[in-house]
């Protein structure tokens, strides 16, 4: 695992953001997977602010989403779906043929999904944050590490964490999201922790592995593994 440590916030943002865009640049049809959650809103907002400085097209490219709440109606302002819509596809005008999200709208979602997958060629570089419970994804503590794509449950804590970025008080209670294997099978993982509320479970994310109560801590097999902190999330290492 490799960790940058940035000396501002606004650094590690800019770090995360430039290494997606040079993969894409270098490699006009890769394949990426997108994160949700406050941590990317300005990891996006910067990603396209480079995309305009270097005038890039990324019409080739194609784009994965980890998960996807279960249970909301199609459109939903609260879904990830919305988010990515609002954060990335439009700020980037990345058209919406060239993303997938998990379909939870269908039979046998996560079983099309992970052949969607599949059959792009796999994910090239898998942007990831971290739930302050240690969970990636929604792969919450005692996901297994072989688990693919499934309908998983979330915790209280998760529920809770989430809840501000609600437009009602109707949070679900379960999702479909990529699995640790599943994640795993990307070429490249790259995971941005800012803030005091990620400090805790950074610390413990690097003191242990193979950790069924900090899933993130499977990730740290792979072999292209990239963790970038910012001084708050570093705080306590
Ligand atoms: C969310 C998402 C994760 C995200 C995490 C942290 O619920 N499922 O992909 O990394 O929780 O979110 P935040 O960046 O808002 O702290």
Redesign the pocket.
């Given at each position: 695992m490799r960790i940058i440590q940035c000396d501002s916030t606004a650094e590690a943002i800019q770090t995360v953001a430039l290494l997606v865009i040079e993969k894409m640049e270098s490699h006009p049809t890769a394949v990426i997977g997108l994160?949700?959650?406050?941590?990317?809103e300005p990891v996006y907002a910067e990603m396209a602010k480079l995309k305009t400085e270097k005038s890039l097209n990324l019409a080739k490219n194609f784009f994965f989403m980890?998960?996807e709440y279960f249970g909301l109606p199609e459109n939903h302002p609260s879904s990830f779906k919305y988010y990515i819509e609002k954060h990335f596809l439009n700020p980037l005008q990345i058209s919406a043929s060239q993303i997938a999200v998990p379909p939870v709208h269908v039979r046998d979602g996560a079983t099309h999904y992970e052949e969607s997958i599949k059959q792009s060629g796999g994910v090239d570089l898998q942007l990831?944050?971290?739930?302050r419970n240690g969970?990636?994804?929604?792969n919450e503590p005692g996901s297994e590490k072989n688990s693919r794509t499934r309908l998983v449950r979330l915790t209280e804590e998760?529920i809770a964490?989430?809840k501000e970025q609600f437009v009602d008080d109707k949070i679900p209670t379960e999702a479909l999201s990529m699995g640790i294997g599943t994640i795993m099978d990307s070429k490249s993982l790259l995971m941005l922790a800012t803030g005091k509320s990620k400090a805790d479970m950074i610390k413990y994310l690097l003191n242990h592995h193979d950790d069924p109560s900090c899933p993130a801590s499977f990730l740290k097999h792979h072999p292209h593994f990239t963790l970038v902190l910012d001084p708050d999330a570093a705080s306590k290492i």
């Open positions: 994160a949700t959650g406050r941590t990317m980890l998960d990831l944050g971290i739930g969970h990636v994804g929604f998760t964490a989430n």
